[in-house]
């Protein structure tokens, strides 16, 4: 079978091969292109030895450190299905990604193996905890540990072939998703896919050998791992690791950025609202370094966006795309930006805006949005019937969002299918009504939802974080009054409600589902609170 896109890969790691390729954040220690490699196919070994072969799975849940991405890495050369579980997540997500499949090993870390550790032992895989060297562990912790990471390198040879068992069309990564009906499915992702679209992805937005991306994302999701990981690899870039994005590295940021000569950055929304909460004279960003600024992962508010470039002086270009698709469309620098527009399609992918019953829609007409692209998933393991109803026999794939595409081919997304509000018969994009809340000076993060109401069928609820200095001057009766001043009638938040934190998925995206079950216990299904 062709190896292509992994020729491509393995050209990269020779023509690169003195080029530095990792810098870890937390101690300054780095990983040239050919050291890097050495680490993976050494570990290859390893795990080998451990009878690990073509299209065996692997689970693999820790925090962010370079053992870690030695470890995809090494699943690569034997052409191993590698299954990643955020180390946050709770046990029954580890019992979900061990249930659907037969993985051979589970690596884990020693916060990992505390947590979950009973969920493990429930099923017949060999589980390997090892820490980084950076971890710091108490002495209990310790006799956890029964896999050394350097003393396993050092004690075997690399293995002699690189990417020599995995072809273009096999399985990487095995990403676990909820599916429509909340079933628990893992989405398939090939080196075709992978590959394919990083590259397109880097060269639509001229990114090169000269960038530097700062990996603070969960590398046990997408983000961390292919955004900020291959796809610097593949434009033969460099990647400066770090913990996950959060209080403890937040006012470090820009110091951090700034030190290792960063200039590539790649926020989620709420890490940008988080970064706009930091004083005015707190490590004020280097400006002039930074080549590149992107954000994804969740819709982002335009006035999000705005509060963000006009503080620190950075061009944020949004991105599109979904665990099935991989990229879809990109923000370029080299065109003027349209208020809410997502860009334009990546090489390759095609988009349809459909109505009712399937059919196209034209220019400016919002509809569901369909992708057919050469980057999508290789399939689906234990889907519903629903999520299967999203495959096309014509090979468009329904997203699930709604938008429409302007006169210049730019996407714009209206929202989620199944968060749309249907209030007396009337379509509600809560998108849009967020990104209006939004420009309310004092406003951190906004969520609209639905509920159930008797007579309406839904209500429009909004719920809203505040900004540390407006938290005692803001009040819900404040933004139902911008509300009434902004929004039409029918459309406008019948209650609003001021808490102290949104709950946030591992990816950061606003858990609605959360709040609507918070919302309900305080609403009258008749309209009273």
């Not at 890097?36 to 290859?44: C, E, K, N, T, V």
């Not at 593949?234 to 820009?254: E, I, Q, R």
């Not at 951090?256 to 970064?275: A, C, D, E, K």
């Not at 399609?345 to 019953?357: D, H, M």
């Amino acid at each position: 079978m062709p190896r292509t896109q992994l020729g491509i890969l393995r050209n990269l790691f020779v023509e690169r091969s003195q080029a530095t390729l990792v810098i870890d954040a937390r101690d300054g220690s780095t990983l040239t292109y050919e050291e890097f490699l050495d680490q993976s196919l050494r570990m290859a070994s390893v795990l080998e030895e451990l009878g690990v072969g073509p299209h065996n799975q692997i689970v693999v849940s820790m925090e962010n450190c370079v053992e870690l991405a030695v470890l995809y890495f090494s699943c690569m050369h034997l052409g191993a299905e590698v299954v990643p579980v955020n180390p946050g997540a709770h046990a029954r997500d580890f019992e979900t990604a061990l249930s659907n499949g037969q993985p051979k090993l589970a690596l884990v870390s020693p916060a990992v193996r505390r947590r979950a550790g009973d969920v493990l032992g429930k099923f017949p895989v060999r589980v390997l905890c090892f820490r980084s060297q950076l971890e710091r562990l108490k002495s209990a912790t310790a006799a956890a540990i029964n896999f050394d990471f350097n003393a396993e390198l050092a004690r075997h040879e690399p293995l002699p072939d690189v990417f020599a068992r995995a072809d273009d069309e096999d399985t990487l990564l095995v990403m676990m998703s909820s599916g429509t009906t909340g079933t628990p499915k893992g989405i398939e992702l090939c080196y075709r896919g992978l590959i394919g679209n990083g590259r397109a992805m880097a060269r639509q937005m001229g990114m090169d050998s000269e960038s530097r991306f700062y990996d603070i994302l969960p590398m046990t999701y997408l983000g961390g791992f292919y955004n900020l990981f291959l796809i610097p690899l593949l434009c033969g870039g460099s990647v400066v690791l770090d913990a996950a994005f959060g209080m403890p590295n937040m006012y470090a940021f820009w110091e951090v950025v700034r030190q290792h000569g960063i200039n590539t950055l790649w926020f989620t929304p709420t890490m940008l609202s988080m970064l706009l909460s930091l004083a005015e004279d707190e490590s004020p960003p280097p400006t002039s370094q930074i080549r590149l600024a992107l954000c994804g992962m969740a819709p982002l508010p335009v006035e999000l966006k705005r509060q963000f470039e006009r503080r620190f002086e950075c061009t944020l270009h949004e991105n599109y795309g979904l665990s099935e698709t991989l990229f879809i469309t990109t923000s370029v620098p080299s065109r003027p930006y349209q208020d809410g527009s997502i860009g334009r399609l990546l090489s390759e992918v095609n988009l349809e805006i459909r109505g009712e019953g399937g059919t196209v829609l034209g220019v400016n007409a919002e509809g569901q949005i369909a992708v057919r692209t050469p980057y999508f998933m290789k399939g689906y393991r234990h889907a519903d019937a629903a999520d299967r109803a999203n495959l096309g026999p014509d090979g468009y794939f329904l997203t699930g969002d709604i938008g429409y595409l302007d006169d210049q081919e730019e996407l714009f997304i209206s929202g989620r299918l199944k968060d749309l509000i249907i209030r007396g018969g009337v379509n509600i994009s809560p998108k849009s009504l967020e990104n209006v809340i939004h420009r309310l000076p004092g406003i951190q993060q906004v969520a609209v939802i639905g509920v159930p109401h008797s007579v309406y069928g839904e209500e429009v609820v909004a719920v809203v974080t505040l900004h540390e200095e407006f938290k005692d001057r803001l009040t819900s009766q404040d933004v139902k009054s911008h509300c009434e001043e902004q929004i039409a009638s029918f459309e406008r938040p019948k209650h609003v409600f001021v808490i102290d934190s949104m709950p946030l998925g591992m990816t950061g995206k606003v858990q609605k589902n959360v709040l609507r079950r918070l919302v309900q216990e305080k609403i009258d299904p008749l309209g009273g609170a």
